[in-house]
T-cell receptor
């Protein structure tokens, strides 16, 4: 079946502009994560959605970052007033309560470059 | 919350040698421990996992061990090959719905031919 998809695959923007990144999780997956990965670095947790529960936003680096998940499916990560330090690959992952429990399936990422 | 520490951060081995990567976790409620491999420019992908009711799991050249008492788990790769070169991430997961997964910082493995 289809995996996790993300769009756009690449985004170049000017400092100060807003950007929206989209994630389409695997159908039926109740959990959805956003991560940020700078070049050569690890996975920086941003936000976690699980079913209808309130999202865990503890990883969002500033109030310029927000995310929503509509209808328990598609998620959008919004970065307002982008800064050069926001340049990174943004990865989305989804997982299911079914087997194997907790395995995260990652999308291909959106590579964001802020000029 | 959960805290996962991963060591070493970089590891270089000769082709054919073994490689071991270790992780510790803090929350005894974590019950699922996956390992992901991320090749350069690609997304992380699951390579092996272990649940808290199992002490060891093997899949060809890779194995994972878990010590629940000490709260640590390890990835073992035997007979390493150049294509094993990648970044490896461990993670500790709560029962789904109880909390999020937490990743280690990653280990960059280089296998020299």
């Amino acid at each position: 079946g289809a995996g996790v998809s993300q769009s756009p695959s690449n985004k170049v923007t000017e400092k100060g502009k807003d950007v929206e990144l989209r994630c389409d999780p695997i159908s039926g997956h109740t959990a959805l994560y956003w991560y940020r990965q700078s070049l050569g670095q690890g996975l920086e947790f941003l936000i976690y959605f699980q079913g209808n529960s309130a999202p865990d936003k503890s990883g969002l680096p500033s109030d310029r970052f927000s995310a929503e998940r509509t209808g328990g499916s598609v998620s959008t990560l919004t970065i307002q007033r982008t800064q050069q330090e926001d340049s990174a690959v943004y990865l989305c992952a989804s997982s299911s309560i079914g087997s194997p429990q907790g395995t995260q399936y990652f999308g291909p990422g959106t590579r964001l470059l802020v000029l | 919350g959960e805290n996962v520490e991963q060591h070493p951060s970089t590891l270089s081995v000769q082709e054919g040698d073994s490689a071991v990567i270790k992780c510790t976790y803090s929350d005894s409620a974590s019950n699922y421990f996956p390992w992901y491999k991320q090749e350069l420019g690609k997304r992380p992908q699951l390579i092996i996992d272990i649940r808290s009711n199992v002490g060891e799991k093997k899949d060809q050249r890779i194995a994972v061990t878990l010590n629940k008492t000490a709260k640590h788990f390890s990835l073992h790769i035997t007979e390493t090959q150049p294509e094993d070169s990648a970044v490896y991430f461990c993670a500790a997961s709560m029962p789904l719905g109880a909390g999020k997964s937490t990743f280690g910082d990653g280990t960059t493995l280089t296998v020299k031919p």
